[in-house]
């Protein structure tokens, strides 16, 4: 497969009144193209961040402060701010959690599209974007739109909303799209369609995805491969049916345990939330950042650099107890294992 998109120990850094908080720490990973790569992890974790990160959406005063970027080998961090609007949007697009928050609530929705398709451009008149601009409502399953393009955010549904969001993000037939929960805002039966939409859209044009969600059932559906993300870092990356079949970090485990199943051997097995917060990433704990969480932590876990490492042919952990891990082939409490 061809690699779309080289991400090198990426950094992402937000000064806060009580001092610097890194947001993304050291993140590295590949995007294939044609593929879907699952992000997932819980609120806080640094996924939305990683997206911002790619396309330099960081909110001020934050900014990446390391890492490359590297977009069929050129370096986005390295680009002038010309340079990376022409990407931005062209190359790679991004869908934002919040539909109704991601549309500008005085524009009409049609203007909004028209305004994508002329910035890069991919039609050279108004009339040649209007006409795009239906297409585009009609290809992400909006009816009557040439009616529906001169109708504001408001006057639509959140799903609707969400379809808006996905036609401007596919407005210039990017080969990346960068999907920040997109079904987060809305209700169980639209994040459905929604998803369906963005499957079938990701085959037809053939896009590589980023998917970032919290749903772990979204992941097994739709990914090819996922990263985990704790405390701004990742502590596992994998296929997506290994990661499931056989998980080599505890938070992993952990995840997986808050996920109701419906077999009959599992009828009997309560969920096993994880306990404590998340870290202050202001000043996270030392050593592995998930240790103060940990059923397996030890002495050796509390100091130390941990980086991600191959324990299996394309599946990476961070954690040094994947010993302890290795013996089953389903999903366990933790602490039968640390027994």
């Known amino acids: 497969m061809t690699t779309l998109l080289n991400i090198q120990h990426l950094t992402t850094q937000l000064p806060t009144a009580r001092g610097l908080l890194?947001?993304?720490?050291?993140?590295?990973?590949?995007?294939?193209?044609?593929?879907?790569?699952?992000?997932?992890g819980e609120s806080g974790s640094g996924k939305s961040m990683t997206c911002r990160s790619i396309l330099r959406l960081v909110p001020r005063p934050g900014r990446v402060v390391g890492g490359q970027v590297l977009y069929q080998g050129r370096d986005l961090n390295a680009l002038s701010s010309a340079d990376m609007q022409k990407i931005r949007g062209k190359e790679?697009?991004?869908?934002?959690?919040?539909?109704?928050?991601?549309?500008?609530?005085v524009l009409r929705v049609g203007t909004q599209l028209q305004e994508t398709l002329l910035e890069h451009p991919v039609v050279d008149s108004n009339a040649a974007a209007q006409k795009r601009a239906a297409e585009l409502m009609r290809l992400v399953g909006i009816p009557a739109p040439?009616?529906?393009?001169?109708?504001?955010?408001?006057?639509?549904?959140?799903?609707?909303?969400?379809r808006v969001v996905i036609a401007i993000a596919l407005a210039c037939q990017p080969r990346i799209i960068l999907a920040d929960e997109p079904t987060t805002a809305l209700d169980v039966t639209i994040q459905d369609q929604i998803l369906k939409l963005l499957t079938s859209l990701?085959?037809?044009?053939?896009?590589?995805?980023?998917?970032?969600?919290?749903?772990?059932?979204?992941?097994?559906q739709t990914c090819q491969r996922v990263a985990v993300m704790y405390a701004g870092q990742i502590v596992e990356l994998a296929e997506t049916r290994e990661l499931f079949r056989v998980p080599?970090?505890?938070?992993?485990?952990?995840?997986?345990?808050?996920?109701?199943?419906?077999?009959?051997?599992?009828?009997?097995?309560?969920?096993?939330?994880?306990?404590?917060?998340?870290?202050?990433?202001?000043?996270?704990?030392s050593g592995c950042r998930f240790h103060p969480r940990c059923p397996l932590a030890s002495e050796e876990c509390k100091s130390g650099n941990f980086p991600?490492?191959?324990?299996?042919?394309?599946?990476?952990?961070?954690?040094?107890?994947?010993?302890?891990?290795?013996?089953?082939?389903?999903?366990?409490?933790?602490?039968?294992?640390?027994s």
């Open 22 to 40: 890194t947001a993304v720490d050291d993140v590295s990973f590949t995007l294939e193209a044609g593929e879907i790569f699952g992000v997932v």
């Open 92 to 105: 790679i697009s991004m869908i934002f959690q919040d539909p109704m928050v991601a549309l500008n609530p």
């Open 146 to 162: 040439e009616r529906r393009l001169r109708d504001y955010p408001h006057e639509f549904s959140g799903g609707m909303c969400q």
């Open 202 to 220: 990701q085959k037809e044009f053939q896009l590589s995805l980023v998917l970032v969600t919290h749903n772990l059932g979204i992941v097994a």
């Open 248 to 285: 080599r970090h505890p938070y992993t485990v952990g995840l997986l345990n808050c996920v109701p199943r419906l077999n009959d051997d599992d009828q009997a097995r309560r969920l096993t939330p994880i306990p404590g917060a998340p870290p202050d990433l202001v000043s996270p704990p």
């Open 308 to 338: 991600l490492r191959e324990v299996k042919p394309g599946h990476f952990s961070a954690c040094i107890k994947t010993n302890l891990l290795e013996q089953s082939t389903d999903i366990w409490p933790l602490e039968v294992v640390a």
